[in-house]
T-cell receptor, first 115, second 116 residues
Framework: KNQVEQSPQSLIILEGKNCTLQCNYTVSPFSNLRWYKQDTGRGPVSLTI?????NTKSNGRYTATLDADTKQSSLHITASQLSDSASYICVVSAGYGGATNKLIFGTGTLLAVQP | NAGVMQNPRHLVRRRGQEARLRCSPMKGHSHVYWYRQLPEEGLKFMVY????????ESGMPKERFSAEFPKEGPSILRIQQVVRGDSAAYFC??????????????FGSGTQLSVL
């Protein structure tokens, strides 16, 4: 069964600190892995998209890693800001050609950045 | 260039009524997707449409739910005879025509449906 699991479920950190969110998946065949940021009451916004051949991808203070052998990904946030408070969702695309209708969503990690 | 627009943001219906959720994709986007998000659950795919065509509706319940994306106007997700279990956030996403292996999705802000 295709599944995406994220940890921790929730996380509280102080402003300025770094943090790392984890994602494990059992999705086959694997096409790509995406990280989204979802603010409360808003739709998800794409942070990174990585294919099988990519190990790391950065977007500003966000750096995602992918280990396709162990089927794990992480999202590292550097020098956190209050505006980073949101749910971070790991999404894995199954099937060839990046078929979007085969996206498997994790339940997200709820991050709270405190002053 | 406005983003994906969904309305209404909040919709309250009584059991047995109909709910109509609208989604206007980003300008130039011809692919629309609908997802449902229950509390503390991940987004679940419902239906994938292109202009005037339903491409994949494998995630949509066979009864009471329907979707359309007409040649003109927004995409509509219609839920007939709503029940309390339909209460959820419904998100629409759009993308341009497939031109790469990785289709970029842009999400709307969602419609929160509450069934009393």
């Amino acid at each position: 069964k295709n599944q995406v699991e994220q940890s921790p479920q929730s996380l509280i950190i102080l402003e300025g600190k770094n943090c790392t969110l984890q994602c494990n998946y059992t999705v086959s065949p694997f096409s790509n892995l995406r990280w989204y940021k979802q603010d409360t009451g808003r739709g998800p916004v794409s942070l990174t998209i990585m294919t099988f051949s990519e190990n790391t991808k950065s977007n500003g203070r966000y750096t995602a890693t992918l280990d396709a052998d162990t089927k794990q990904s992480s999202l590292h946030i550097t020098a956190s800001q209050l505006s980073d408070s949101a749910s971070y969702i790991c999404v894995v695309s199954a099937g060839y050609g990046g078929a979007t209708n085969k996206l498997i969503f994790g339940t997200g990690t709820l991050l709270a950045v405190q002053p | 260039n406005a983003g994906v627009m969904q309305n209404p943001r909040h919709l309250v219906r009584r059991r047995g009524q109909e709910a109509r959720l609208r989604c206007s994709p980003m300008k130039g986007h011809s692919h629309v997707y609908w997802y449902r998000q229950l509390p503390e659950e991940g987004l679940k795919f419902m239906v994938y449409l292109q202009k005037e065509n339903i491409i994949d509706e494998s995630g949509m319940p066979k009864e009471r739910f329907s979707a359309e994306f007409p040649k003109e106007g927004p995409s509509i997700l219609r839920i007939q005879q709503v029940v309390r279990g339909d209460s959820a956030a419904y998100f629409c996403a759009s993308s341009p025509a497939l031109d790469s292996l990785i289709e970029k999705l842009f999400f709307g802000s969602g419609t929160q449906l509450s069934v009393l």
